[in-house]
């Protein structure tokens, strides 16, 4: 019997950690061999018939899919169809796009056998088995499954409290190579933070659980020795801990002779000048702090907590110590106004980053946003990606607009030219942004393409009466050095 483990990239290079949780927790805890579960990575571009051909290729008598918000579309219908050339075959979901409204997708889904509500390596080993010997699964823990008409939840999954107890999916995989991949490790799962925005193992009866020192230094050890090209922590909060967090960039620094680069999200408030210079000393080249906005009402609507002091003393030990980072905003929070997200991306500004990632809201299944949306008077597409569509404070045309400015201002920001303009004194940031929107759309130009920018940057200058050949010039110069 085989079970092949599926899931569709939302960028290629990065290993398949949910696929390889799942692999080692079937070869050690339910004895399969490596052979009898193989894995299909597909690329973040691959067709539905792509897909179902390299599905197909596994000859699954399992099939598992992985499902997140950028691939569950795709995905389940690639299932459905491979479901009908080989009817035999038993279809399992997991995930968190399909956990939490696990009897929903079942219902809408009659070609698939059970849905994994939360973490799947016992789930899939208990169901594994019993498909290999032919028993009902009514008695594996943590699922809803289909019996007959009825769809049946089975109850909470046996819960891991120690996360050293389930197999390591760092391991020499037949037929797998590291080679080039950006590694993502999991040194912990959980958070303690109630951001309502967020589904992050919020269900779970521990919110924060920890791999012991000694595995996470043997699974950074194997990673570093395998030609990869970057390692990536997905860790919701790398230095939760601030200790720990310091003792794994002591250690990647010892390990790392290669120098390979490393990413990480961060909570701002708990970096300070040491842990600064060990995460630049360990080659960390992209770190990650959540900012959402700077709007208190809007901070409490969401339980998200923002110590403004702390915040920034973390920016400039960031800073000083030279590191790369991208400020996150979140556009269409509870409560939010046009004119609340000018103010918070003003203030990001004011940092001075060397990035800005501005995300539209997207309503994620099993968050207190997706469950009392009433209640927080959100409108959302129901069907992934979940965008919004208008809250009790912005209407469809503001939620649409503020995408377009959402989706401009990382490209603009990434220009030093436009990052020296809004340093003139009657320039701000946002006005740029909603002055490229409108310009944008009279010239039939999509806003994430700065081709053409300094045709822009020319008009924006002439009317403010700017003189513009230094930023034209510097425009000219990026280009050339991105050229070169």
Known sequence: MKICLALKHASDPFTPLPLMCLKSALIDLGGWSDVDVPLVELPSQASVEDMVERMLAAEPDVLGLSCYVWNVTSLLEAGRRVKALRPAMHVVLGGPEVGPQAADVLAAHPWVDAVVKNEGELPIVDLADRWRTGAAIGDVAG???????????????????????????????????????????????????????????????????????????????????????????????????????????????????????????????????????????????????????????????????????????????????????????????????????????????TLNPPDIGVFPLQVLPGTDLWTKSDAFGLCFDRDAPHFLTSTATLTPAEVAYGRRLAFSVGPLWRSLAVRLLTRESNVRFSDFVEGWVAWSEAHANDVKDVTSLPAYVADFCETRQIPSTLYLGVITVERRGRAA
Request: glycine share 4%.
């Open 143 to 349: 699922i809803v499954l289909r019996d007959g008409d009825r769809i049946v939840d089975t109850g909470p999954e046996r819960f891991v409290r120690d996360l050293n107890q389930l197999p390591s999916p760092y391991r020499d995989f037949e037929s797998y190579s590291y080679t080039g991949k950006y590694a993502c490790i999991e040194t912990q799962r959980g958070c303690v933070f109630t951001c309502n925005f967020c589904f992050y193992s919020k269900d779970s009866p521990i919110r924060n659980r920890r791999v012991d020192a000694e595995r996470v230094d043997r699974e950074i050890t194997y990673l570093l020795r395998q030609d990869i090209a970057h390692l990536s922590f997905m860790d919701p909060i790398f230095n939760l801990n601030a200790k720990r967090a310091k003792e794994i960039c002591r250690l990647i620094i010892t390990r790392n002779e290669r120098r390979v680069t490393s990413h990480a999200e961060l909570w701002a408030e708990f970096v300070d000048e040491e842990l600064a210079a060990l995460l630049k000393a360990a080659n960390f080249d992209y770190l990650e702090l959540g900012l959402q906005t700077t709007d208190t009402v809007t901070l409490a609507t969401v339980e998200r907590r923002l110590r403004m002091e702390q915040f920034l003393a973390g920016v400039g030990h960031l800073k000083k110590a030279g590191l790369f980072f991208e400020v996150h905003l979140i556009f269409g929070l509870p409560g939010d106004t046009l004119d609340k997200f000018r103010d918070s991306l003003n203030f990001a500004v």
